[in-house]
Each structure stands twice: as structure tokens, then as C-alpha cells.
T-cell receptor
Framework: QQQVKQSPQSLIVQKGGISIINCAYE??????FPWYQQFPGKGPALLIA?????SEKKEGRFTISFNKSAKQFSLHIMDSQPGDSATYFC?????????????FGKGTTLSVSS | KAGVTQTPRYLIKTRGQQVTLSCSPI?????VSWYQQTPGQGLQFLFE???????NKGNFPGRFSGRQFSNSRSEMNVSTLELGDSALYLC????????????FGPGTRLTVL
């Protein structure tokens, strides 16, 4: 119940295309869903996050879509660029409960070809 | 503000040895979390410290331990190293909760031979 399942494991997208990464969870107590981006040799960095009171959040070219009934959320990267090539992790937690941890998906390696 | 710093960046040890890794959080951050990252298992939560107290612990054996000092700096220790402990160990800090925005350090790459 604590797992977050992420797919696909790897993704190749043409420059200018749309990258879509999906995550699913089981624990209905989760109420905070961030996405992290990691470049080689660096630690993950927060990209965008959503709480279940909204179905979509957009920040620049990055959009999170959230489907509470299906217990799924996804990251869309519009107009993908070579600089977006990185590993992306979804995560989930119960944000209002101190002492709980972020549970991460296993990551998606995105390659944007020019 | 300076980011999260971790030392050392790289470490090579042999089986059976022990190792201590250090993390300095962003100034003013009181929550420090540790993660193990491997290609097969991804990012796995080790433990979280807040105000020198372990507030949460992941599913790792007792060989993995940690502590936090009064200045919020944290150390983690792995005793009796095994080959499977080879990984990138990441430290993340946040203001109060591990579920606030976490700021990750660059990690310590541990290789066990």
C-alpha cells in the first residue's frame, strides 16, 4: 500500500514533442504528490507538486494531471527540449502528518533527441 | 543561501568496515532526511531527524543508523558494510517536515568492495 508505481522506465521523445510520465498509488491517505528532476551527478530537485484538491497544476511547460478516483497522477512536459533530458521521479506522502516520508517511484529516464 | 552539502562525495570501503557520512542542511532547516539510491530500487527512505530526534525510519536493517546535532547537521553510519550497500546516499533538508519541499544534496557515492 505504500508503493508508488511509475511508468515508463525510460522514454525517448523528439525535440518539441510531449513527454508523459505516469504514476499510480494505493494509499488513499496520500495527499501530497511532488515530481522531482535529477540530472547526472546531482541530487533530485523539486519540479512541481500537487495536492488532491485540484485536478491539474501547470508551471511553464510542466503540468501535473491528477485523477483522485483512479489514484493516478501524471507529468506532462510540453515542447520537450534536450535540456529536459534527466531522470524524473514521482513521489507521494501524507503532507499534514509530521514524521511521514516521501515514497518515490522508481524513476523515468527521459531522453529528448534533437 | 548555501545548499545542502554532503561529505565526502565519494567513498570506497571494503566489506565488514563501517562508514560515516555527513550532511549539512540549508541554514534554518530543521528536518533532515536520508535516502539510499540504487539503480534497482530507486530512492528509498532511510530515516528522518528533526530537532535531534529520529522522527521516522524506513525499512532498513539496524546496521544503518543516524543522528542529528543541535545545529541540525546530521550524520549517518553504516556498520558491517555489505556489497549491497553500494549506492548513492542522499541527504535532504526541509524547514519542518520531510514532506515540505525537500532540498537534496549531491549525495555521497559509496562503493563497497
Amino acid at each position: 500500500q505504500q508503493q508508488v508505481k511509475q511508468s515508463p522506465q525510460s522514454l525517448i521523445v523528439q525535440k518539441g514533442g510531449i513527454s508523459i510520465i505516469n504514476c499510480a498509488y494505493e494509499n488513499t491517505a496520500f495527499d501530497y504528490f511532488p515530481w522531482y528532476q535529477q540530472f547526472p551527478g546531482k541530487g533530485p530537485a523539486l519540479l512541481i507538486a500537487i495536492r488532491p484538491d485540484v485536478s491539474e497544476k501547470k508551471e511553464g511547460r510542466f503540468t501535473i494531471s491528477f485523477n483522485k478516483s483512479a489514484k493516478q497522477f501524471s507529468l506532462h512536459i510540453m515542447d520537450s527540449q534536450p535540456g529536459d533530458s534527466a531522470t524524473y521521479f514521482c513521489a507521494a506522502s501524507t503532507a499534514n502528518q509530521a514524521g511521514t516520508a516521501l515514497i518515490f517511484g522508481k524513476g523515468t529516464t527521459l531522453s529528448v533527441s534533437s | 543561501k548555501a545548499g545542502v552539502t554532503q561529505t565526502p562525495r565519494y567513498l570506497i570501503k571494503t566489506r565488514g568496515q563501517q562508514v560515516t557520512l555527513s550532511c549539512s542542511p540549508i541554514s534554518g532547516h530543521r528536518s533532515v532526511s536520508w535516502y539510499q539510491q540504487t539503480p534497482g530500487q530507486g530512492l528509498q527512505f532511510l530515516f528522518e531527524y528533526f530537532s535531534e530526534t529520529q522522527r521516522n525510519k524506513g525499512n532498513f536493517p539496524g546496521r544503518f543508523s543516524g543522528r542529528q546535532f543541535s545545529n541540525s547537521r546530521s550524520e549517518m553510519n553504516v556498520s558491517t558494510l555489505e556489497l549491497g550497500d553500494s549506492a548513492l546516499y542522499l541527504c535532504a533538508s526541509s524547514p519542518f517536515r520531510s514532506t515540505d519541499t525537500q532540498y537534496f544534496g549531491p549525495g555521497t557515492r559509496l562503493t563497497v568492495l
